[in-house]
């Protein structure tokens, strides 16, 4: 009977959550876009100010990355900061839900789709490697509407309600996808994408106790090895696609690569060497931009 009365309590609690977000997320999407800097300053100052479980995650998860690099008053700086960056993002992607092509135009700037457009033009099938830096969702949905075969796996929030609700965004945004947590469904859909020419983004700045051990920031850590995977399987062309707020508050996509793959008889050492190539690019971006990056919200150093 206990037990049932926590998973009661539990469901109880996350509709809560979903109800409250609701009330925000329409408030936000008939706010006048004037008011919009207004209302992520105002959110992500109550975020920064009620949040401390998560703000005392952020404070140490910097502490191990950047080591004494970083004073405190740095750490609190960008942990104030990366409150304002999430319900910055939050607000953008109401916004894009009713805007035109041309608005999107205005809020990205992209560096190397020269080389975006040679690999989609080989028709071979391309991995590309991402992290959750900046406004990615927003990235997700530009490349879409400008017709890039593009594609990405993703992993649901344990809250249900609002499962379902970034679901029905992500589909109104039109963004193909699939989830990580059936895996067999996740796998044969990025193998069938890929099969197509199409793009398939793999974000591999989590930690997945599955995964290989790698080096971040000096420190080992286990990272998914699905980008590694799939290119060595199907010779799959390798780029990466990152993405961060300038200070002009556009949104810079780099396109790298394609990267230099080479494949030996050992697949096991192939991926591992992959794998620690993909995350050196991640902490590339996440060292410039560490007040963009999400998973600061993560136990990432275990």
């Known amino acids: ?37 207004y209302w992520a300053i105002l959110w992500g100052n109550f975020a920064y100010l009620t949040m401390s479980n ?26 104030k900061e990366f409150f304002y960056q999430i319900v910055l993002n939050f607000i953008e992607l109401v916004k894009i839900t009713k805007i035109p092509m041309s608005e999107y135009e205005k809020m990205i700037e992209i560096e190397g789709e020269e080389i975006l457009k040679k690999v989609v033009a080989e028709k071979k099938g391309i991995v590309a490697v991402c992290c959750h830096l900046g406004n990615f969702p927003v990235v997700q949905a530009y490349l879409a509407k400008k017709n890039y075969p593009i594609s990405m796996i993703i992993r649901y929030s344990n809250n249900i309600f609002l499962s379902r609700f970034n679901d029905r965004l992500l589909k109104k945004l039109k963004v ?14 990025s193998k069938k994408y890929l099969k197509k020419g199409g793009i398939v983004c793999f974000y591999l700045d989590q930690h997945d106790g599955k995964g290989v051990k790698v080096d971040f920031f000096g420190e080992k850590v286990f990272t998914p090895t699905g980008a590694a995977v799939f290119a060595r399987k199907y010779k799959c062309n390798v780029i990466g696609i990152f993405t961060y707020r300038t200070k002009k508050n556009k949104h810079k996509v780099i396109i790298e690569g394609p990267y230099k793959t080479e494949y030996t008889a050992n697949t096991r050492s192939d991926i591992e060497n992959m794998s620690a190539f993909f ?9 410039k931009h560490p007040e963009q990056w999400f998973t600061w919200l993560h136990r990432r150093f275990r």
Do not use: H
């Not at 009330?23 to 004037?34: D, E, G, N, S």
């Not at 995350?279 to 971006?285: G, Q």
């Open 176 to 189: 193909p996808f699939v989830s990580k947590w059936d895996l067999k469904e996740a796998i044969e859909y």
């Open 279 to 287: 995350i050196k690019r991640v902490e590339y971006y996440v060292e």
């Open 1 to 37: 009977m206990r037990k049932k009365e926590k998973i009661i309590g539990k469901v109880c609690f996350r509709f809560i959550v979903y109800y409250l977000f609701l009330q925000v997320y329409y408030i936000t999407y008939f706010l006048p876009t004037i008011y919009y800097k």
């Open 54 to 79: 998560s703000k005392k995650r952020i404070i140490i998860n910097l502490s191990i990355a950047f080591k004494d690099k970083l004073s405190y008053k740095d750490k609190k700086k960008i942990t």
